[in-house]
């Protein structure tokens, strides 16, 4: 093998250096090489390409518990004297997705500029020429009627090839008869708010461009200021798109970050919606069941019913920025609850607003010229959840590594291991003192930068904890729009992704339509309209397992909705919120036995590619989650309609199974199950396979 190749068990990835090929990914044994194109920078006003000469290793590769090997090629650019680009590529022996990245360097001051006015930068380009379909892949669209973000799938059809449209993905499959092939970037925001394209052209090629914010005007670049792009990933295999999107998901499940911690499949319980039961019906405030009294109790509950990771929402604190806990509320630092939790064997999770420090506290002392600030004037002061007013600070400066060494302190004094971040906006900050721009590249330059670095920003805090807390977990809340969703954030964390459903707002009601003290949300009652809502972003799992879309089911009473909000939980979403005390004894024993069964096999089903029968709310609605390597999972049935109802299964299973209410589990010679039921009422049945 040249110096200058990578090989992996699909194919070789070789290092070319020229006008149109800076490498090469071959595919194995198909006698087919696809060229990917060196990026153009607009440097000094006026675009350099990345022909390279020179080449050469830059030290040794470097392996990553998650299985990837990271190796470094360091070419001079041959018609640019003083350029240097680095070329970064992850590789997963055992899985065709490469990442890779570029880092821009030079030896004498030089500044990325927008002469023609907008962002004047290709990442890469490849040719699709020969491959007869093509489908865009999103994750940043928000569906309205169930007020979530889910992943839509489009077909590319030939006229956007022919009239050179930009698409926004963050991915793009291409496939031919036996070959097909992705391409992606790691970045997130809301469709259609792209700030990264991809750019069609005529003779079927596909270039991966900047839109908008990915670098500010006269941006400088030297030696010790070098310019790092984002993360992409490629892969080509021999095969369709059904044999490249399970490697695909088990690329982003096992290897795609090196916080493993944030892929496990535990049962998590938050205390946010019984705060918002408290206020709106009840009465009460938000933070009024904020205490050690109600928490330790819930605790009791929550270990009976099988949860393990138990998350504080806000409340806890006695203010935003310093993060300490309230001491009016509970002992020091949470020390009864982690008593608690550590006596049960669960974990502690805790809210935050990363953006939020309040006024009065020690991270907006450090940091007074941090806030954000929108054309020459810091935004005002905002109350956070009834308590002390907080500024606004923005992520893209150094108050950033404050804020994640607070997170550090409280994994290491409190024990928390999970960390649920909300409120975080993409757009909020037009500063030219920060590290999104300066005064000569002007406020829109310096607005849409830091939209465009918000979420790297995030990342960086993400991996720092990591490093120093490698059980740490953080996800991030994007139940709202205009939050940063796509690949960049799951590099490193996970989402939460449903929170109490639509809004009254969504279904064109006047705001004069309820009284004052209503619920905004609509799905908050126990039954199976909430968890049809829930079900329906679980197509995220044909590319990205669902166990990075945490969305939370109500545990309330009768054993009919009980048995629905199980059912559907464990499909890889894994979380509840409610109010726990108020669960029956029978109730908090069903959700105990069912959620044993579910732990012997979650590790199988986390794994296993989804197969669905149906429609979400039809009748029958099926899924299947078995792994097909050892058989073992689960079968998990919904109807809307009385009558009977037969599937036989689409993988083989274990031998052994279990099942409840009266459901019949045919083993068939073939290996697979045939499943028959009976109902009267709209129900949800569950065969775990394995168990």
Known sequence: MKPSSLLHQFGKIEIVGSSKALWRYTIKSAAKAIDIAPPVFEISGRPVAATLRNIRAAGKPRKFPNGATES?????????????????????????????????????????????????????????????????????????????????????????????????????????????LLAAYEHGSQAPDAFVEFELAPDRSVAVRAVKGNYYNHRPIDSTRPFDTLWFQFAAIRGAETDLAPLYRAFVLHHFTENAASRKPWIFYNTWNYQERNKWWNQKTFLASMTQERILAEIDVAHRMGIEVFVLDTGWYQKTGDWEVDRKRFSANLGAVKKKLDRHGMKLGLWFSPTESAVSSRLSAKHPGERMSMHGRPLDPHPVWETEESYRMCLVSSYWESFADELIRLCREVGVVYFKWDAVGQYGCDDPHHHHGHAQAGAVERANNYAFEQVRSMQRIIDKLGKACPEAIVDFDITEGWRSVGLGFLASGKYFLVNNGSYFSSFDQPRDYFPPATWSNVFVFPGPARPRVCRSPLDFDKWIPSVLFLTHYLPDDPASSQIINIASLILGQNGIWGDLPGISKEGVTRFGKFLARYKQVRDDITESYPVRSGVVGGSPEIHEKISAKTGRGAVCIFTASPGSYTYITTNKVAKKSWTHDAVKVTPLKTGHARIDFKTTDPCARMVFFGV
């Open 72 to 180: 470094i090629f360091t070419g001079d650019f041959a018609k640019a004297p003083g350029l240097r680009l680095r070329i970064v590529f992850r590789v997963v022996p055992a899985n065709p997705v490469i990442r890779f990245r570029y880092e821009l360097e030079s030896e004498t001051p030089v500044a990325l500029t927008k002469k023609s006015g907008g962002d004047n930068l290709e990442y890469f380009k490849f040719s699709t020429r020969g491959l007869h379909t093509c489908k865009e892949i999103r994750l940043g669209e928000f569906d309205e009627s169930i007020h979530s973000f889910r992943l839509i799938e489009r077909e590319v059809l030939p006229p956007a090839f022919e009239n050179s449209l930009g698409i926004m993905g963050p991915i793009l499959v291409a496939s031919g008869e036996n070959e097909t």
